[in-house]
């Protein structure tokens, strides 16, 4: 049976003169939520968004998405997590809601635009948690930020794509600035779901590929280009946080062996591989993601939350 999907809308109630945003009641979740912008130290401006928490001191989790999607990607999670701490789903530079600044880009510049949201945020410290290409810029904030990590989600990703990613990812880039990203998307629809989730759910399937083919031509070449050239391997051994690794059974762009090389490079890395599922867990296996980074919460904060 299929699923009715209905997508997030976002209610931008901002102050222009301080671009603060006020919390309001998200129409299709029914929870409470606050919208902003953040400005980035070279003045590009992030969306995100954030779901309060009344408890003091509650667990924060930050949320980043995957390639040439938002954070809408995180719409079925969100109502699974959202009793357990204070969450973020921020776009990327070039993405969703956030400012479409011309690249390059590189992941570093990725990992600090999250330092700067926190800052905005008001937070010191969170759970960072990425899918796909967010787990590449989880990996580079932790990185970069080890004092403001608290625990690590890891999604369908990996810290390298190989010897030969540079020119993979450049050809890729090339492609779509040639002919389009509808071109790509009969890819990119097998590669990000399995095929009794595409029959069973035609309304979440078609939504994230609107997203997808909706992006700008030139940001998604940035950060294709910015993958290609990212190789995030040796700061792996110096996490020391908490970290899940989370994949997909039939996960061809960042497989079963890249979530293991994770789990082995990091001290304290457990590794979920969920039956059936491809790239795109978060959308496809929300129940099982969402469980796994309350898990997470539990390992970093020494005891399951509410």
């Known amino acids: 049976m299929s699923r009715l999907w209905m997508p997030t809308i976002w209610h931008w109630q901002a102050d222009m003169a301080t671009a603060a945003f006020r919390p309001v009641m998200d129409s299709g979740s029914g929870m409470a939520v606050e919208h902003r912008k953040a400005r980035m130290r070279d003045g590009v401006s992030a969306a995100y968004s954030r779901y309060p928490k009344a408890i003091d001191n509650s667990p924060r989790i930050v949320l980043i998405h995957s390639l040439a999607l938002d954070r809408s990607v995180w719409d079925d999670v969100l109502p699974r997590l959202t009793a357990h701490g204070e969450i973020i789903a921020v776009d990327c530079r070039g993405h969703g809601l956030s400012d479409h600044a011309p690249g390059p880009y590189s992941i570093e510049m990725m990992g600090h635009d999250i330092a700067d949201v926190l800052d905005d945020a008001g937070w010191h410290e969170a759970i960072i948690v990425g899918c ?6 989880a990996q580079a904030f932790a990185a970069q930020y080890p004092q403001r990590l608290r625990g690590l989600g890891l999604i369908d990703t990996t810290a390298w794509y190989g010897t030969g990613a540079p020119a993979t990812w450049r050809k890729r880039a090339a492609t779509a600035q040639a002919e ?24 979440r399937v078609k939504a994230a590929m609107e997203v997808f083919t909706g992006n700008d031509l030139d940001c998604y070449a940035a950060t294709c280009v910015m993958l290609g050239d990212a190789d995030l391997r040796r700061f792996l051994p110096k996490i020391k946080a908490p970290v899940a690794v989370i994949v997909g059974e039939e996960d061809y762009a960042t497989p079963v062996d890249a979530a293991r090389e994770l789990q082995h490079a990091i001290k304290d890395a457990t590794l979920t591989v969920l039956p059936g599922a491809r790239h795109l867990t978060p959308i496809e296996c929300p129940d099982a993601v969402a469980a796994k980074i309350v898990d997470l919460i539990g390992r970093v904060y020494g005891t399951h939350s509410p």
């Open 132 to 137: 796909s290409m967010g787990g590449c810029v």
């Open 180 to 203: 389009g990203l509808r071109g790509l998307a009969d890819f990119q629809v097998t590669r990000w779901f399995g095929d009794r989730f595409r029959k069973e759910n035609p309304d």
